[in-house]
């Protein structure tokens, strides 16, 4: 309370798991628990007054990774790096429901 806190963004916060498309879909279970684990945490710290502005995946697609290559997975969209099909992950079909109940997002609260 002594400090005036910035306004904060998590940016590029995700886990790699590398579940594959069975059936038409992945099934990638402990992702979306990371995530609903981590902004369980973030809507705390909003509760309690931080002024936590904004939280994103890393990533939206799997994409290639400067350390690793291609060998690891983070995305909310699974792509067939052989065909470029895209499947949207498990944890990508809820991060979209939860996003979905805020349609105009936080920019409200932005200080003007």
């Given amino acids: ?3 005036e806190l910035p ?4 940016t590029e916060n995700g886990a790699c798991y590398n579940m594959g498309v069975e059936n038409g ?3 990638d279970q402990p992702r979306l628990d990371y995530y609903a684990e981590h902004l369980g945490i973030v809507a705390d710290l909003v509760k309690d007054g931080y002024p936590m502005r904004g ?3 890393w990533s939206l697609m799997d994409n290639f990774e400067w350390a690793e290559g ?3 997975r983070f995305g909310l969209v699974h792509v ?3 065909t470029q099909v895209r499947t949207l992950k498990n944890s990508g079909k809820w991060y979209s429901a939860l996003a979905s109940n805020f349609p105009k ?3 409200g ?3 003007g």
């Avoid at 306004?7 to 998590?10: A, L, P």
């Fill in 1 to 3: 309370k002594r400090y």
């Fill in 109 to 111: 609260l932005a200080k």
């Fill in 25 to 27: 879909v992945v099934d």
């Fill in 80 to 82: 067939d790096y052989d």
């Fill in 105 to 107: 997002g936080n920019h």
């Fill in 70 to 72: 291609y060998r690891m």
């Fill in 55 to 57: 939280y994103f995946a």
């Fill in 7 to 10: 306004d904060c963004y998590i």
